[in-house]
C-alpha cells in the first residue's frame, strides 16, 4: 500500500466555501503540501457522515479554537483496522487518512470495534465529543499532544490525560499480522512514523472531533 500520496481536493461540499470556514493563520496553512498524504477518500469509507457534525461542532466551539484551517476527525464507526482518523483541510477539501488506535474500555474483548464511549476516570475508554489541541511536551510515550476536552462527554480529557501519542500497537504491522490495532488507555494512538505529521497538521488550538455514525 502507498501509504505516502497526496491528494487535493477531492470532496464536493468541503471547500471552505461551502463551509464558511478558514484559517486563523495564514501562516500555518502555508506548509500544507510540504507533508505527503495517503490517496483516501473518506466518503468511501463512510466517514463523510461525520463532516457536517464536525462542522457544526467548530462553530460551537469556535471562540475557543485558535486556528480553523484544519480538523482531525475520528470516525470510531470504523474497524480498527481501517484508516478512520482524517484530517481534512476546510479550504482545499485535501484529506489525509490514518491508522488511530481507541480504549481497552471502549473494546473489552479486542474485537477492533470500538463498543462505547466513557469520560469516567479509570475507564480506560475512548470519549466522544470535540476537543481542543494543546501544547506538545515529551513523556512515557515520547513527544505527544495534550487535548482539552470542551463537551460534557469528554471534559474529563485532561485529569485523564487523553492525549495524541506514538505507540507501538498502532504500527499498520499490527494490522497484517492480526487483522487489528492494539488498544491505548483512552488515548488517540498513532503509528510513529505517522505522528509527526498528526503533531504538526493539528498544532495547537485545532479541533479534533470523536464520535461514530
Given at each position: 500500500m502507498n501509504r505516502r500520496?497526496?491528494?487535493?481536493?477531492?470532496l464536493v461540499g468541503l471547500t471552505g466555501a461551502a463551509y464558511g470556514l478558514g484559517s486563523r493563520s495564514q501562516a500555518a496553512s502555508r506548509t500544507l503540501t510540504s507533508i505527503?498524504?495517503?490517496?483516501?477518500?473518506?466518503?468511501?469509507?463512510g466517514s463523510i457522515a461525520l463532516i457536517?457534525?464536525?462542522?457544526?461542532?467548530?462553530a460551537v466551539h469556535?471562540?475557543?479554537l485558535l486556528h480553523t484551517d484544519r480538523i482531525g476527525i475520528a470516525d470510531y464507526s470504523l474497524h480498527s483496522a481501517k484508516e478512520r482518523f482524517?484530517?481534512?483541510?476546510?479550504?482545499?477539501?485535501?484529506?489525509?487518512?490514518?491508522?488511530?488506535?481507541?480504549g481497552k474500555g471502549s473494546d473489552p474483548k479486542h474485537t477492533g470495534w470500538l463498543q462505547e464511549f466513557s469520560n469516567v476516570p479509570g475507564s480506560e475508554a475512548s470519549s466522544g465529543g470535540s476537543y481542543m489541541t494543546s501544547?506538545?511536551?515529551?513523556?512515557?510515550h515520547g513527544t505527544s499532544r495534550r487535548l482539552?476536552?470542551?463537551d460534557p462527554s469528554n471534559n474529563m480529557a485532561e485529569p485523564r490525560a487523553i492525549v495524541i501519542h506514538g505507540a507501538w500497537y498502532a504500527e499498520p504491522e499490527m494490522v497484517e499480522s492480526h487483522g487489528k490495532l492494539g488498544r491505548s488507555q483512552g488515548c488517540f494512538a498513532f503509528s510513529e512514523s505517522d505522528l509527526p505529521v498528526i503533531l504538526e497538521r493539528l498544532g495547537p488550538g485545532r479541533l479534533l472531533y470523536a464520535d461514530k455514525v
Open positions: 500520496n497526496f491528494i487535493a481536493g477531492g505527503p498524504a495517503r490517496p483516501k477518500n473518506i466518503a468511501r469509507n457536517d457534525r464536525a462542522k457544526q461542532a467548530m469556535e471562540s475557543s482524517h484530517i481534512v483541510d476546510m479550504a482545499s477539501g485535501a484529506i489525509q487518512s490514518f491508522l488511530v488506535a481507541h501544547e506538545s511536551y515529551v513523556g512515557k482539552k476536552g470542551l
